[in-house]
């Protein structure tokens, strides 16, 4: 729906106990084009997260711009892109059911409750909608998390290794129905991930970053099908070619 | 020589885990407070002295305060002022605590002052109260609140502190807003401080407003016990003292500990 524009002329780390200001990006540009799926492959603590929440807002203590450009033909609400974030940790309200977790980013009204509960039969979670979300195992409480992005119908959807720590088939579920969501809702999506395998599986593009500040070392279009997606064998190759691009340091 | 070890539990008298579920627990405490009794009638027996009545004569006093219902209008009059200082006192506190906890700058500069607030003794702040407005209801009120403030600011600072931050942010992203954020994220986390200085606050409320009472009001617990403590009428002392606890400790039965119990159920 929506392409994004990343021109950061400087961004640092702040300066923690002992070490000096770092800077992690300096004259970093990145173009995402409306409706890829991204997904930006870097080693631990170079600015990934920090990347993604400069995207959403969160973080804007940095100089250089952030440019959301709609749809051909479409437009922004006055308050700009709709962006649902899936962050490393689940993140749902403990004190609040699992469709009051859903329904709150629509305003929580009677109407937000109901597309919210739609959106949890989609995820397979509609009989937990009454739950507190700590009753739930750390898969389920991921699956709340993708239908809280999804219920909004996001122009940007922004997730960092939202399937972490969880094992490899509950982690191979979610991929599933995640590739299932977007062929519904399709959408702009930036992924961080350092796991190869689930990058080739999921991108249309890999970009892998380096160095500090962080540089482009590669980037690579994924122009796999969707059957190929499924075959382990086909993703594998794919995946061997990727790992070759970038460091040699890549041990994923 | 041989080191012999026997040990000493007996087969069978181990017991169940659940024998003192609720209703034994209940059972225990009525026996125990049966025995206070007992034992407050053997000592009174015992002095024999108008200045500590048995338990007949301290229900004969509650019987004779009740007759014209100037017991429990009193108990009623000093319950309304308890409310109107506790829900002053929650209010400005929470709203400084919460303050001071989200803003290190604030925390430093008016966080001393919380101590010195902390350490002025309660009379203190009374006679203040009570010399500078006048012996009013709003003083008697303030003076109860300004006691209390800082206890429910420190306890709420403490809360306002361990906010969490991951849960801020995602409010954010999705556009929760001012209002839909303090009722979905901020109190659910603040509730737990809240009901810590909802529970310490009443009991201290309670009592600091006899006192005020006792020194500027004219109706009220606190009065009637000072116009029995001049008459040397300690029947009528131990009814009022006996009544009103027994109506604040309904009130943190019924009304504190359910609230308690609902806010924290989402917890495993």
């Not at chain 1, 969160?58 to 709609?70: C, H, K, S, T, V």
């Not at chain 1, 739950?131 to 239908?147: K, N, T």
């Not at chain 1, 809702?185 to 689930?198: N, Q």
Request: hydrophobic content about 55%; charged content about 20%; aromatic content about 8%.
């Amino acid at each position: 729906m929506t392409g994004i524009v990343l021109d950061i002329v400087e961004k640092r780390f702040p300066a923690a106990a002992g070490a000096p200001a770092a800077p992690i990006y300096r004259d970093f540009r990145l173009d995402v084009a409306p409706f890829s799926f991204l997904v930006l492959l870097a080693p631990s603590g170079s600015g990934k997260t920090t990347l993604l929440n400069m995207i959403a807002g969160l973080d804007r203590d940095f100089a250089g711009r952030i440019g959301f450009e709609p749809a051909a033909g479409g437009a922004f609400g006055p308050e700009g892109p709709r962006i649902a974030y899936a962050f490393q940790n689940p993140r749902l309200l403990p004190w609040r059911r699992v469709l009051d977790n859903v329904a709150l980013p629509l305003g929580g009204g009677e109407a937000a409750r109901e597309a919210a509960l739609a959106m949890l039969r989609e995820v397979g979670l509609e009989e937990q909608a009454g739950a507190y979300p700590e009753r739930l195992s750390l898969g389920q409480q991921r699956r709340v998390a993708l239908a809280r992005a999804f219920v909004l119908d996001p122009d940007v959807l922004l997730m960092d290794e939202p399937f972490v720590s969880l094992d490899e088939a509950g982690a191979a579920r979610l991929r599933d129905l995640l590739r299932r969501l977007l062929a519904r809702r399709p959408t702009t999506v930036v992924f961080v991930t350092h796991d190869s395998r689930e990058a080739v599986e999921l991108g249309t593009r890999l970009v892998r970053l380096d160095g500090a500040p962080a540089r482009i070392v590669a980037d690579i279009p994924v122009t796999l099908s969707a059957e190929d997606r499924c075959s382990p064998a086909m993703v594998e190759a794919l995946r061997r070619q990727v790992v070759g691009h970038g460091s040699s340091a890549d041990r994923s | 020589m041989t080191f012999l070890r026997i040990g000493t539990a007996t087969a069978g008298a181990s017991r169940p885990a659940a024998a003192r579920s609720g209703l034994a627990g209940a059972a225990a405490t009525a026996i125990s407070l049966v025995l206070l009794v007992l034992a407050w009638q053997v000592v009174a027996m015992f002095v024999a002295s108008p200045l500590l009545p048995g338990p007949p004569e301290v229900a004969a006093a509650l019987v004779r305060a009740s007759a014209d219902f100037a017991l429990p209008r009193n108990i009623l009059i000093t319950l309304g002022r308890v409310a109107a200082s506790f829900f002053v006192a929650m209010v400005v506190g929470a709203a400084v605590g919460v303050a001071l906890g989200r803003s290190k700058g604030l925390d430093r500069v008016f966080g001393p002052w919380l101590i010195v607030l902390l350490n002025l003794p309660a009379l203190v702040v009374i006679i203040l109260c009570y010399v500078w407005f006048g012996l009013t209801e709003v003083a008697a009120i303030t003076a109860v609140a300004v006691n209390k403030i800082p206890n429910v600011a420190v306890t709420l600072r403490e809360g306002a502190v361990a906010l969490s931050r991951d849960l801020d942010e995602m409010a954010q992203v999705y556009r929760f807003g001012p209002l839909r954020t303090l009722r979905h994220v901020v109190l659910p986390q603040l509730a737990p401080f809240f009901a810590a200085a909802a529970r310490s606050g009443l009991a201290l409320t309670w009592k600091i407003v006899l006192v005020v009472e006792l020194l500027g009001r004219s109706n009220g617990v606190g009065f009637e016990l000072q116009t029995a403590f001049q008459l040397f009428d300690v029947a009528t002392v131990l009814a009022y003292a006996l009544a009103f606890t027994l109506v604040v400790q309904l009130i943190e039965l019924t009304i504190l500990q359910p609230w308690e119990r609902r806010a924290s159920r989402w917890r495993r």
